[in-house]
T-cell receptor
Framework: NAGVTQTPKFRVLKTGQSMTLLCAQDMNHEYMYWYRQDPGMGLRLIHY???????AKGEVPDGYNVSRLKKQNFLLGLESAAPSQTSVYFCASSYTRVGYTFGSGTRLTVV | AQTVTQSQPEMSVQEAETVTLSCTYD???????LFWYKQPPSRQMILVIRQEAYKQQNATENRFSVNFQKAAKSFSLKISDSQLGDAAMYFCAYRVEGNTGKLIFGQGTTLQVKP
């Protein structure tokens, strides 16, 4: 089925460990986004990309890096995980910038 | 910078009745998009309704409608004939002007539907 696939769906990390979250879309969308969702704060934009090979910082980029080497993939990296990065992470993509497709989220716990 | 505020952390409604969720936003832009998203316990983000600011007519999708007051910067969601399946977290979102397509979300409102 066409859509946005996030892997993994759940992960527990120890403080200081690193990991990469993968977002893959098969709709040929130009725009891709990484958000984090925390209780009482809604979804906040971490990084985004307006096309293959481009990335830009969002509202809360510190502690994260991203890459978009291929149009269909948008990777979110945590180099040294901290408990403050415990959150649910959502990837989204868009073609028109008025219609968005979201992944099902990744629940990350940093202990 | 644009902001979106949902002042009701939780709301409840009796099944078959009507409930209104509030959303206000702050912007200096004149043309923009507003959205309501539903997030059930499955975590999936589901588009409920979308409003283009230059359209004065309020958007409607079946039992869901909005009251868009551009001058007041208000964008409330009305759910009529509430059903148990409407129970979810609801997010109001604003699309930032320009070619980035960035969305700014409100804090969310958890809706409980009582049978």
């Amino acid at each position: 089925n066409a859509g946005v696939t996030q892997t993994p769906k759940f992960r527990v990390l120890k403080t200081g460990q690193s990991m990469t979250l993968l977002c893959a879309q098969d709709m040929n969308h130009e725009y891709m986004y990484w958000y984090r969702q925390d209780p009482g704060m809604g979804l906040r934009l971490i990084h985004y990309s307006v096309g293959e090979g481009t990335t830009a910082k969002g509202e809360v980029p510190d502690g994260y890096n991203v890459s978009r080497l291929k149009k269909q993939n948008f990777l979110l990296g945590l180099e040294s995980a901290a408990p403050s990065q415990t959150s649910v992470y959502f990837c989204a993509s868009s073609y028109t910038r008025v219609g968005y497709t979201f992944g099902s989220g990744t629940r990350l716990t940093v202990v | 910078a644009q902001t979106v505020t949902q002042s009701q952390p939780e709301m409840s409604v009796q099944e078959a009745e009507t409930v209104t969720l509030s959303c206000t936003y702050d912007t200096s832009e004149s043309d923009y998009y507003l959205f309501w998203y539903k997030q059930p316990p499955s975590r999936q983000m589901i588009l409920v309704i979308r409003q283009e600011a230059y359209k004065q007519q309020n958007a409607t999708e079946n039992r869901f409608s909005v009251n868009f007051q551009k001058a007041a910067k208000s964008f409330s969601l009305k759910i009529s004939d509430s059903q148990l399946g409407d129970a979810a977290m609801y997010f109001c979102a604003y699309r930032v002007e320009g070619n980035t397509g960035k969305l700014i979300f409100g804090q969310g409102t958890t809706l409980q539907v009582k049978p």
